[in-house]
C-alpha cells in the first residue's frame, strides 16, 4: 500500500536508522528530514496523515503535525513550515503563508494566517489585535508593519511613531479594547504608554511624553 508517495511498511524510525547521520544520508530518505537544530533525523511533515494513523481523528493526526516544530498546517496536509521551507527572503516573501523577520532574519508565518490566539501571542513578529473585548484578529506587531515610515505609522489608527526609539509601536488607546484586568498590566508593560487611572474608560492608557517627543 501507498500513503501518498510513501510506500507503507514496517520499518525502524528515522531517529534510530539515521542515528547520528548527516544531513545527506537522512534527507536522502523520503520517509525522513534531517533537523538542524536538534542534529536528529525525524519524521517528514507529510507522512502526518490519516492514511497513516487510521485509527485517530483528523484533530489528532494534526495535532502530531504541530507537535514536530518542524512542521505545520496550511491549506492542506502536513508541511514543513516556512523557517524551514526558505533561508532566502525573496523565496520567503514570495509564499502567501510567509513574511521574513527582518530583526531574526529568518522566514516565519504570515500573521493573518494565524487564527488561534495563544499561537498569535507567541509568534514573534504578530500580536492579537483586538476589536472589542471578545473578539480580534491576528496581525503583524506595527514594528514590523512599517520600518522608518514614520507617517504611514502613525496614519494606522493602530499604530504610532515612537519618536524616542524611531520605531512604529502600538496605539496606547488601542489596549483599552482587551478589556478585563490585562487592560492596565498591558499598558503599563509598554513603554511608550502610561496609565491614567482618573481619566474615562477609553481613554486611560496614554501616549507618553517620551515617546511624543525627543526634544
Same mark, same amino acid.
Given at each position: 500500500e501507498v500513503n501518498g508517495t510513501f510506500p507503507m511498511a514496517c520499518r525502524k524510525k528515522c531517529g534510530i536508522r539515521f542515528f547520528?547521520?548527516?544531513?545527506?544520508?537522512c534527507n536522502a530518505d523520503d520517509n525522513c528530514m534531517y533537523d538542524v537544530n536538534d542534529e536528529t533525523?525525524? $519524521?517528514e511533515c507529510r507522512?502526518?496523515?490519516? $492514511?497513516e494513523y487510521p485509527a485517530?481523528?483528523? +484533530?489528532?493526526?494534526t495535532a502530531l503535525c504541530l507537535k514536530n516544530k518542524m512542521c505545520t498546517?496550511?491549506?492542506g496536509p502536513c508541511t514543513l513550515n516556512c523557517q524551514q521551507r526558505y533561508t532566502q527572503?525573496?523565496?520567503?516573501?514570495? +509564499?502567501?503563508?510567509?513574511?521574513w523577520d527582518h530583526k531574526r532574519n529568518y522566514c516565519t508565518k504570515q500573521c493573518d494566517k494565524i487564527t488561534s490566539t495563544d499561537d498569535c501571542i507567541v509568534s514573534p513578529t504578530c500580536e492579537w489585535m483586538y476589536n472589542s473585548s471578545v473578539s480580534g484578529n491576528c496581525s503583524k506587531m506595527c514594528e514590523y508593519r512599517y520600518i522608518g515610515e514614520d507617517g504611514a505609522c502613525d496614519n494606522d489608527d493602530q499604530c504610532q511613531w515612537d519618536k524616542n526609539t524611531s520605531t512604529c509601536k502600538k496605539q496606547c488607546?488601542?489596549?483599552?479594547?482587551v478589556g478585563g484586568n490585562t487592560t492596565e498590566t498591558e499598558c503599563r508593560r509598554d513603554t511608550a504608554c502610561f496609565w491614567k487611572a482618573g481619566n474615562a474608560q477609553g481613554q486611560r492608557c496614554m501616549n507618553s511624553c517620551k515617546a511624543r517627543y525627543n526634544s
Open positions: 547520528n547521520s548527516t544531513t545527506t544520508s533525523c525525524t $519524521k507522512r502526518y496523515d490519516e $492514511k485517530l481523528s483528523t +484533530d489528532d493526526v498546517i496550511e491549506d527572503e525573496s523565496a520567503c516573501e514570495g +509564499d502567501e503563508w510567509c513574511m488607546d488601542h489596549y483599552e479594547t
